[in-house]
């Protein structure tokens, strides 16, 4: 279940969240285009479709989920898109502020249906490869996928949207509704975390 | 306070290995750098099935042209309701038309009906 509130010593995001991005976000003409035609949408979509389908999938571990949330988030972001404004917030962290609610939604009405670990989902390598590199490689995957599915919440959003999403610490505090700093501790304390558990 | 310093340093040494490199930390960050490039090998890119990407697509577009229309209504009664004396005379030309033509409908059936039969009303 997502939750929202701030973690201990992690401050909710203030007025460095809100500044304008002063016509830095490289999707601002898109979005520009996109709000006088529609049509143009189509730019945004492919250029976010991969990697909103995989914040989608590591955090529900199922490819149907991930595919209805992620429809739902682009029907979401097209019918607001008239009220993207810069103030702040790149398109990119609006987007998948969509998506997190949306996920966050999709997680809170299936909690009494067993879900499917997530490494049992990722799709097998090839079949000529090296079966004990495979083994190997295949452990270690499950050993670092179940991980980062044991974190808590907060921190498991930090490390999909930095990792799979490439979201700067701003971007991330951003859609985690709290401010740059705060989205760099919750990333330390994470990776802390996991380096202790991998390393045991 | 250390805490933010190691993290400000933290998230440059991620912001390098996402970009490709292989960062130099300090001792006491090298572990958690560690942890993340092997975070960046297991989380790989998920690749989206095509007919799954064609169906949003196609329903995308339907949506699209549904806001068209209805923005397009919109626009229009907006326009009108920004002139509401038009729109009063329009409402009572409208409504003549429709009264007019009523009557004139009612009257054709009668004739039609009367020209049927051959007798006047007053004699059935």
Redesign the interface.
Known sequence: MTDLRPADGVQPAGAEARRPTDGTDPDYPAVRAAQADRAAFDVLYRRYLDRVYGYAFYQLGDHHDAEDATERTFMAALRALPTFTDTGASFRAWLFRIAHNTIANARRSRTRRSVVPLHQNIDPPAPNADPAGLVARAEELRRVLDAVADLPDDRRQVVLLRFVDGLTSREIGQVLDRSEGAARVLLHRALRDLATRLGG | MT??T???R??EA??GL?AGDRPSVDPELA??????A??????S?????AR??SR??A??VR??RL??AAAAISDVTRRELRQPGRLAIAGVISSAVIGVGLTALALWIGTRRHAATGVPPAHR
């Open positions: 805490t933010r190691r993290a400000d933290l998230d991620v912001a996402l572990p958690l750098v560690d942890a993340a092997l975070i960046r090998a297991a989380l890119p998920m690749p989206v099935g799954f990407s949003l697509e329903r995308l949506r699209r806001a068209a």
